[in-house]
């Protein structure tokens, strides 16, 4: 069961673009909604994270939409950058108890120049 | 500050032979424990996480297994590795809140 839904797959935008990435999820209960990013070869890193208090976080060129009704969150990088290629995902976890994270599928971004 | 490492970082073995992979935290006590397996556009699957020595808890039914010797020690084995265990296998620990710090990664390739 895919609890975290992520899309698109696969993402091409070119430089000084805006890549967004949408995420959905079912379980009611998650409260913290992390996005990672990951270089080939590499492990995933922590780039940005919102609980559902917010509708919105921005981190410099990084900004994390979030719709609780809906069940879904977003993340919009501005003025994208070859450097920002890479493979991000969404994911999903509740904060309390032990705190399993739920990953998304992944989105391969490429910004072309 | 705190530092995760993995070993190896390659590894090519045998369809049949056994594995060890190795995950060492460092700066950071009683860390929460996790290992993933990634591969090739199916994102990160759980297998393994442990909240403490000799506590471990199976996500996936498989023919790997995992231990936790030590506090910031976490080992991936099998005994009899199969095609299907090919991936990209990254150790993660968290310090009791949802946020979570990957390892380097093990690229494992059975033959």
């Known amino acids: 069961q895919q609890q975290v839904k992520q899309s698109p797959q696969s993402l091409i935008v070119q430089k000084g673009g805006i890549s967004i990435i949408n995420c959905a999820y079912e379980?009611?209960?998650?409260?913290?909604f992390p996005w990672y990013q990951q270089f080939p070869g590499k492990g995933p890193a922590l780039l940005i994270a919102i609980r559902p208090d917010v509708s919105e976080k921005k981190e410099g060129r990084f900004t994390i939409s979030f719709n609780k009704s809906a069940k879904q969150f977003s993340l919009h990088i501005m003025d994208s950058q070859p450097g920002d290629s890479a493979t991000y995902f969404c994911a999903a976890s509740t904060t309390g108890g032990y705190q399993k994270v739920t990953f998304g599928i992944g989105t391969k971004l490429q910004v072309i120049p | 500050s705190q530092t995760i490492h993995q070993w190896p970082a390659t590894l090519v073995q045998p369809v049949g032979s056994p594995l060890s992979l190795e995950c060492t935290v460092e700066?950071?006590?009683?860390?929460?424990l996790y290992w993933y397996r990634q591969a090739a556009g199916r994102g990160l699957q759980l297998l393994f996480y442990s909240v403490g020595i000799g506590q471990i808890s199976s996500e996936v039914p498989q023919n790997l297994s995992a231990s936790r010797p030590q506090d910031r020690q976490f080992i991936l084995s099998s005994k009899k590795l199969l095609l299907s265990d090919s991936g990209f296998y990254l150790c993660?620990?968290?310090?009791?809140?949802?946020?979570?710090?990957f390892g380097p990664g093990t690229r494992l390739t059975v033959l």
């Open positions: 379980n009611t209960a998650f409260d913290y």
């Open positions: 700066g950071t006590s009683n860390p929460n």
């Open positions: 993660a620990w968290s310090r009791g809140t949802a946020e979570q710090f």
